[in-house]
T-cell receptor
Framework: DVKVTQSSRYLVKRTGEKVFLECVQD?????MFWYRQDPGLGLRLIYF???????EKGDIPEGYSVSREKKERFSLILESASTNQTSMYLC?????????????????FGPGTRLTVL | GQQLNQSPQSMFIQEGEDVSMNCTSS?????WLWYKQDPGEGPVLLIA?????ELTSNGRLTAQFGITRKDSFLNISASIPSDVGIYFC???????????FGTGTRLTIIP
């Protein structure tokens, strides 16, 4: 059974703290993604990675960085947490390739981390 | 970045009713996907559409790829309690491995 796990379901941090959100997938997928989910805004892409040590900015990368040292692990880092980063964070993974077939397109999501910054 | 507009934003229905929701974009997509997010979980893929005009079913769910390639529709027939959740559309263009997600439709079933 495919699985994407995230290190915490709930996290409470203070403004200015450095925050690490960890994501691990066991499907040997090349691509990994970090999204944030806010009511009325849907899922917005923060960063993604298509290979180890490779990363690309998504639509809202400001205030975030990422690390991918191993294929199965993709970390999201908030260098100095702010209250406007209070949100649900979702990690996803998918196989590489753009053949257009559903198995290549499907992104598998983790359960999410609800982060509150006070 | 671009976002897809979904409507309605939320729906309150009674068990057994049919549900319709749609997703529109200002630009063309080559593939449309529909995801469902159960409370407390990540989204899961329901249906994928690859061709303009295509109509695809998955059980009580039916989705259509709009002719203009700028929209897609999802229908749920005879809703049941486990249909509760948030439904997201997502679009993909060839050569791009990033999905663009819609704003979501929250479905609630009134007892």
């Amino acid at each position: 059974d495919v699985k994407v796990t995230q290190s915490s379901r709930y996290l409470v941090k203070r403004t200015g703290e450095k925050v690490f959100l960890e994501c691990v997938q066991d499907m040997d997928h090349e691509n990994m993604f970090w999204y944030r989910q806010d009511p009325g805004l849907g899922l917005r892409l923060i960063y993604f990675s298509y290979d180890v040590k490779m990363k690309e900015k998504g639509d809202i990368p400001e205030g975030y960085s990422v690390s991918r040292e191993k294929k199965e692990r993709f970390s999201l880092i908030l260098e100095s947490a702010s209250t406007n980063q209070t949100s649900m964070y979702l990690c996803a993974s998918s196989v590489a390739g753009t053949s257009g077939r559903a198995p290549d397109l499907e992104q598998f999501f983790g359960p999410g981390t609800r982060l509150t910054v006070l | 970045g671009q976002q897809l507009n979904q409507s309605p934003q939320s729906m309150f229905i009674q068990e057994g009713e049919d549900v319709s929701m749609n997703c529109t974009s200002s630009s063309i997509f080559n593939t449309w996907l529909w995801y469902k997010q159960d409370p407390g979980e990540g989204p899961v893929l329901l249906i994928a559409l690859y061709k303009a005009g295509e109509l695809t079913s998955n059980g009580r769910l039916t989705a259509q790829f709009g002719i203009t390639r700028k929209d897609s529709f999802l229908n749920i027939s005879a809703s049941i309690p486990s249909d509760v959740g948030i439904y997201f559309c997502a679009g993909l263009t060839f050569g791009n491995e990033k999905l663009t997600f819609g704003t979501g439709t929250r479905l609630t079933i009134i007892p």
